[in-house]
């Protein structure tokens, strides 16, 4: 079992493509912003750092070190081809479909029908898998686009967002609003985000283990 780790779609179509992209990961805790470039974080309690302690410290807390082996949970949809004899696999939404064969005990219940989230695949059905090769030093985000095609803010910071394709969601042209203050956003009737620190982490795409072949 390795860690999952959610990448907006235009990362993943990148990392397939190219073989290696820059992902995001929240900080856990956030830290609370307290005044003249300090801030408090809730973990370990009592705790005040200016920022750049606050980075070093929170170097220690990040879920993903270099070397680590991440799976990348995608929209699927689990299926049967022929009759008799099934073929079960997995269908993606670039339409590859990964066989399994005769499936397994874990199998989903097909009756559900469509498209299933991202946050709902195993790791037995991931076909994605990358290798952590950097962890770089969190960013706070200063600036945010509104993506109206999702309803979402995404952080100036994401790649893909000076690109005509929603990083989220792949739609066309969407983040037309692109704030860097809660006046801006209060202008046009939206709620600025909060604070939001970032983990930056270099990927590079990885072999998928081999599968556990059944007898
Ligand atoms: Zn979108």
């Not at 990961?25 to 003249?36: T, Y």
């Not at 790791?123 to 952590?132: D, L």
């Not at 945010?144 to 989220?168: K, L, Q």
């Not at 939001?196 to 998928?208: C, N, P, Q, S, V």
């Amino acid at each position: 079992m390795s860690d999952s780790l959610p990448l907006p779609a235009l990362s993943l179509t990148r990392l397939r493509d190219t073989g290696s992209v820059l992902a995001l990961a929240k900080v856990e805790p956030q830290p609370v912003h307290k005044g003249n470039d300090l801030w408090y974080w809730p973990n370990p309690p009592d705790t005040y750092n200016s920022a750049e302690h606050l980075r070093r410290g929170l170097m220690l807390s990040c879920p993903h070190a270099p070397g680590d082996r991440v799976w990348i949970p995608e929209v699927w949809r689990p299926t049967r081809q022929g009759c008799g004899a099934y073929n079960y696999g997995i269908l993606f939404r670039d339409l590859e479909f990964v066989n399994h064969g005769a499936g397994h005990d874990e199998w989903p219940d097909m009756r559900e029908r469509g498209w299933r989230p991202a946050a709902t695949m195993p790791e037995w059905a991931a076909r994605t898998f990358a290798t952590v090769t950097e962890v770089l030093r969190p960013v706070r985000v200063g600036a945010w686009c509104y993506a109206s095609c999702c309803g979402t803010w995404v952080p100036w910071e994401e790649p893909g967002v000076n690109e005509d394709w929603c990083p989220r969601c792949g739609a066309r042209s969407c983040l037309s609003e692109i704030m860097t203050s809660e006046a801006q956003a209060r202008a046009v009737g939206r709620p600025w985000p909060p604070t939001t620190w970032l983990w930056r982490l270099k990927l590079e795409a990885a072999e998928a283990a081999e599968r556990e072949e059944g007898p």
